[in-house]
């Protein structure tokens, strides 16, 4: 087995059409930036899903640990006063 | 079909909960909770060593299926009969490259590389669909594989974009999007034969369905009272549907299918049963399933041998492209 020798994983953002997010949408090996940007082609938008895409290493990727989820997230749950709805307006004014 | 990773798991049992600690039985009571709600599994959750192994199981060797599949239909590719069926085939070839692209990635996010995974297949560790086991003689058999391979697939595939596991539901989403071409494109072609064609390629379009029909039932693996892991795999919304379900399912579409085709099927027992409101079908031989799945297929020795031959011939081109980057980089950084 060759594992010494496979090549880096990188993760694949694609913004399906101009004026939206890129969303990810995956992971390839590629052995460089340029192969990994071509592979993105190939593998995600073989039928014009995309219209941009962004490759980054998967090692460079810093994220949250789901065991941290509720102390992260959960303070965020008892304030439903950060949303519009938590304010009961008379009908004449309630589109604002 | 691509789910019979499930089925033939004889030897290694299903989830014997060998807790060893409160705090790990309180971890399992968790994920059994999100389980039963319905909810997905991320790949850093934490999640039973059995649910791991048997997802990472079924994952990589739906991957061997998809790049395994791509050697029979390949194989016609050079000799499409118009430049139209060519495009067709190489787009239709190139998608199950995809598929198994995106399932491998899933795979790997339970903590294996690929090249372990590939490393399993070449050595014959790890098994891959049955159905690809079986020649592709005729042109005729691109169109059948198309119309019922894809279409056993698809069946297979559907109830599989809701598995509790996230990443490997996502990859069948994808996968399901795409999918459809493939029966499409398949039926098409063996329309065109029985309805324009001539009286031999009827016979060849009639002959290919012959060979293909029966192991297509066995991709949806063995009868229900012999799927000893089935019952664990719906606890774990890794499998939905049941064998027997989905197969029916496939034989009430195909019949209809292939009435439009002007085709049979090759099985006397073939009958409407007006009490089930389904098709009846013959008895299906399953010694001749395991005996493929056991390494003893028309093909088995060739499909492996091309892959581990492609995977011998191209180590000079990874070991090139990863020296050439490693080469940029520095030269980058200077
Ligand atoms: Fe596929
Ligand atoms: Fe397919």
Known sequence: MTTNTEWPLWEVFVR???????????????????????????????????????????????????????????????????????????DSVDHM | MYTQAMDTMREEGGDKPALRTAEEAQLQQRFDNRIDAGEFIEAKDWMPENYRKTLLRQISQHAHSEIVGMLPEGNWITRAPTLKRKAILLAKVQDEGGHGLYLYAAAETLGTSRDQMLDALHT?????????????????????????????????????????????????????????????????????????????????????????????????????????????????????????????????????????????????????????????????DWSEFWRVVGGDGPCNRERLAARVKAWEEGEWVREAALAHARKSELKEAA
């Open chain 2, 124 to 284: 014959g560790k790890a098994k891959y669909s049955s159905i690809f086991n079986y020649p592709t003689l005729t042109w005729a058999d691109v169109g059948a594989i198309g119309w019922l391979v894809d279409g056993a697939a698809i069946m297979n595939q559907v109830p599989i974009c809701r598995c509790s596991f996230a990443p490997y539901a996502r990859a069948m989403v994808r996968i399901c999007r795409e999918e459809s071409f493939h029966q499409r494109q398949g039926f098409d072609s063996l329309l065109v034969m029985m309805k324009q064609g001539t009286d031999a390629q009827r016979a060849m379009v009639q002959e290919a369905v012959n060979r293909w029909w029966w192991p297509c039932l066995m991709m949806f693996g063995p009868p229900d009272d012999q799927s000893p892991n089935s019952a664990q795999g719906m606890r774990w919304g890794i499998k939905r549907v049941s064998n027997d379900t989905l197969r029916q399912r496939f034989v009430d579409a195909a019949v209809q299918q292939a009435e439009v085709l002007g085709v049979s099927f090759p099985d006397p027992d073939l009958r409407w049963n007006e009490e089930t409101q389904h098709w009846d079908y013959g008895t299906i």
């Open chain 1, 16 to 90: 399906t059409k101009a004026g939206l997010d890129h969303k990810h949408c995956g992971s390839l090996h590629a052995a460089d930036p340029k192969m990994a940007v071509q592979m993105a082609r190939d593998v995600y938008t073989r039928r014009q899903e995309g219209s941009s895409v962004w490759v980054v290493r998967s090692d460079q990727i810093v994220a949250s640990d789901p065991g941290d989820k509720d102390m992260l997230f959960d303070p965020a749950e008892d304030k439903v006063y950060r949303h519009p709805t938590f304010y009961k307006l008379p």
